[in-house]
């Protein structure tokens, strides 16, 4: 028999249907996809309205299936969990296993049937999502159980997510900012990782070197940005607003293991990367830019002079594709070479 506690605790229906995982992540991936979109329309100056629009709602109906296929999968421990009991819609009774594995197949269908009308590479960037996800939740690979299988399939999860606005618009890999969209991606990563594991100091001590080596290649990744991309007044911003924002976390003690916690973070860091760039549409900003750049333009050569060659040969070889079409070509001529290969 239900006390009246247990009464008071039960989340109501509308309670459930506007707060859950679907819902409470649609505004983060709004956020995240329209990166993309934002850089592409300072680099290009222009952009096609409904070609948005479809593919943001594709975009959102095909990823919002996978939260609830992780729900399904962690079922049986979210009922431990008495926040989560509190507003997922599996474990609060509201939608049964079967109801949340019919909803996960329709939005699935019905975000990956509208992309083919973008283009096949945003198609195949939706799919190679989804299928990431599905790595990361299920029951048979559960990458989500360690640290750094989950730094690396999350990675390159928001890499993808972050860089979706940008090729649904163009396939251009000559000015796509790669180093930038990786720099997004581990930083959130890293984030996430913090908040699903719990921060503490044992956590950074038995995993030492996926920390360090995802520090480092943040750091190099920012500082390439920062060189080779015209987005230098966004990004000094940003390096500045992180290192306050770490040290305002940190004196006030912000940072907990509660999604109402996470979400301060998310829609507060987010949105203010957008505003960041799309800022420089305005001729004043942009000219400012433009300056900033000029001025960081004059130390680029010694820091590329600074840094190991083989490296930038590396870095290099990836402006011989311009277009996906290009890269596309490489594999298909690397898999002919490899088919003749004696076995």
């Not at 990458?143 to 399939?153: E, F, G, R, Y």
């Not at 390439?224 to 390096?239: K, N, Q, R």
């Not at 549409?281 to 400012?288: F, G, N, T």
Request: charged letters at 15%; a positive charge; glycine letters at 4%.
């Amino acid at each position: 028999m239900n006390t009246e506690s247990d009464m008071e605790s039960k989340p109501s229906r509308w309670k459930c249907l506007a707060y859950n995982s679907v819902t409470v992540n649609l505004p983060k991936n709004v956020i995240q996809f329209s990166l993309g979109f934002v850089l592409y329309w300072v680099t290009f100056g222009v952009f096609n309205p409904l070609i948005f629009i479809i593919s943001i709602s594709s975009f959102l109906l095909a990823y919002s299936s996978v939260y609830l296929f992780n729900d399904i999968m962690d079922f049986e421990d979210d009922k431990e969990d008495l926040e989560k009991s509190k507003w997922k819609l599996l474990v609060s009774g509201r939608l049964s296993i079967r109801g949340a594995m019919s909803l996960y197949i329709l939005l699935l269908l019905l975000g990956t049937g509208i992309s083919v009308f973008v283009s096949k590479w945003f198609t195949l960037i939706l799919l190679g999502m989804v299928f990431l996800n599905f790595l990361h939740s299920s029951n048979v690979t559960r990458l989500k159980k360690s640290i750094p299988k989950t730094s690396v399939n999350m990675t390159l999860i928001e890499f993808l997510k972050y860089s979706a606005g940008w090729f649904a618009f163009t396939s251009d890999l000559s000015k796509f900012p790669f180093w930038l969209m990786l720099c997004f991606s581990i930083a959130y990563t890293v984030v996430y990782i913090f908040y699903k594991f719990k921060f503490t100091r044992e956590l950074l001590t038995s995993n030492k070197i996926v920390f360090v080596t995802t520090t480092l290649l943040f750091l190099f990744s920012y500082g390439i940005s920062f060189f080779i991309y015209s987005f230098s007044l966004p990004l000094l911003f940003l390096g500045l607003f992180v290192a306050v924002t770490v040290v305002f976390l940190k004196y006030f003690k912000i940072v907990g293991y509660k999604m109402k916690k996470l979400f301060v973070i998310e829609y507060i860091v987010l949105p203010i990367i957008i505003i960041s760039f799309l800022l420089l549409i305005h001729p004043s900003v942009a000219e400012l830019n433009q300056n900033m750049t000029k001025s960081v333009g004059q130390y680029k050569d010694a820091a590329v002079d600074a840094m190991p060659s083989g490296l930038m040969t590396e870095i290099g070889k990836m402006d011989k594709y311009k277009q996906l079409e290009d890269l596309e070509a490489g594999i298909r001529n690397m898999s002919k070479n490899l088919s003749f290969l004696p076995s």
